[in-house]
């Protein structure tokens, strides 16, 4: 039995997004969320802060359909990356159908790079396009020195959080990185550059 190519479905999913940047109008890096959002009718607003424990939730009425994510974190980086996950649900073939169904409901999602739920890492590839589109995101990453300063740069100019900019760092560089996150003492997950 031949099992789909997941890095080949991740590069599908990232060009995806870049083709909804593209279509909404401009591939650039700091993609305007809510204007987005509000292109496809989608209502976007943060949950009050003191509601913690979810990073985002797309909700469906009938034909129309909301995102609320979390402020809880009160990194923008962490907030954008919240809506343009639940984006990502709302964008690609299958997923709101698969997490809502046909009828009214709501999806929440959990602010984790590790899933195994497979809609929810697809969410996250589409999200990590969305924000840090292949071309412009290598041309910033060109121009600088390899190392964490470069990481720290770019999570400013693509207003990501270092976390979700490093690992789209370690897919793009040409150097050899590795990116470990830890918690409490053990590793939580790794990603590895190409090289």
């Known amino acids: 039995m031949n099992r789909p190519n997941p890095d080949l479905r991740r590069r599908e999913i990232i060009r995806e997004a870049e083709r909804v940047l593209r279509d ?4 650039e890096l700091g993609a305007d969320l809510h204007g987005i959002a509000e292109w496809k009718n989608i209502f976007v607003q943060g949950k009050p802060p003191e509601a913690d424990g979810v990073s985002g939730m797309l909700l469906r009425s009938g034909d129309d359909f909301g995102i609320i994510y979390g402020t809880h974190i009160k990194g923008p980086g962490f907030q954008r990356f919240s809506i343009a996950h639940e984006l990502g649900h709302f964008f690609l073939p299958g997923h709101y159908q698969a997490l809502i169904g046909d009828g009214d409901g709501a999806h929440v999602s959990q ?3 590790r899933s195994a739920n497979v809609y929810e890492r697809e969410a996250d590839y589409f ?3 969305l924000l840090m589109p292949s071309g412009p995101f290598t ?3 060109n ?6 300063d470069a990481v720290l740069a770019l999570a400013d100019r693509c207003v990501t959080s270092r976390t979700a900019t490093a690992i789209r760092y370690a897919d793009l560089t040409k150097g050899a ?6 918690r409490d003492d053990v ?4 990603f590895l550059s190409e090289r």
Request: aromatic residues 10%; hydrophobic residues 50%.
């Open 24 to 27: 909404y109008g401009g591939e």
């Open 111 to 113: 602010a984790e790079f």
């Open 127 to 129: 999200a990590s396009g």
């Open 139 to 141: 041309r910033e990453l």
């Open 143 to 148: 121009r600088m020195e390899d190392g964490l």
């Open 177 to 182: 990185v590795a990116v470990i996150v830890t």
């Open 187 to 190: 590793i939580d997950f790794a």
